[in-house]
């Protein structure tokens, strides 16, 4: 079965970046598409960004323009770098990665990492 690390959430001002990362580990399979959620006390989680195994990008309107998602497929890892932080993109952010099977995919879940933004 697969695991996801996410790491490289923290405490960062308005206005400062940071650079998430998730590795896949364990029993890897065939990923397709990978992403990144977030989720606030009360609220549902929200899509951030997504890539597929080929590199199309997918953003929140939130995002446009602040964040870059990306891959590297030979590491089985994805990144997210976030610039121009808010302080409303304060949350706990997931990872998640499609395994690919036959006529299904399995969607697995990193643990999650904090990210805080002050005013």
């Known amino acids: 079965q697969m695991q996801l690390v996410e790491s490289g959430g923290g405490l960062v001002q308005a206005g400062g970046s940071l650079r998430l990362s998730c590795a896949a580990s364990?029993?890897?399979?065939?990923?397709?598409?990978m992403g990144w959620y977030r989720q606030t006390p009360g609220k549902q989680r929200e899509l951030v960004a997504t890539?597929?195994?080929?590199?199309?990008?997918n953003y929140a309107d939130s995002v446009k323009g602040r964040f870059t998602i990306s891959r590297d497929n030979a590491k089985n890892t994805v990144y997210l770098q976030m610039n121009s932080l808010k302080p409303e993109d304060t949350a706990v952010y997931f990872c998640?990665?499609?395994?690919?099977?036959?006529?299904?995919?399995?969607?697995?879940w990193g643990q999650g990492t904090q990210v805080t933004v002050s005013s």
């Open positions: 998640k990665a499609e395994e690919e099977h036959i006529g299904s995919t399995w969607d697995y």
């Open positions: 364990g029993r890897i399979g065939s990923i397709g598409a």
């Open positions: 890539i597929t195994s080929g590199g199309s990008t």
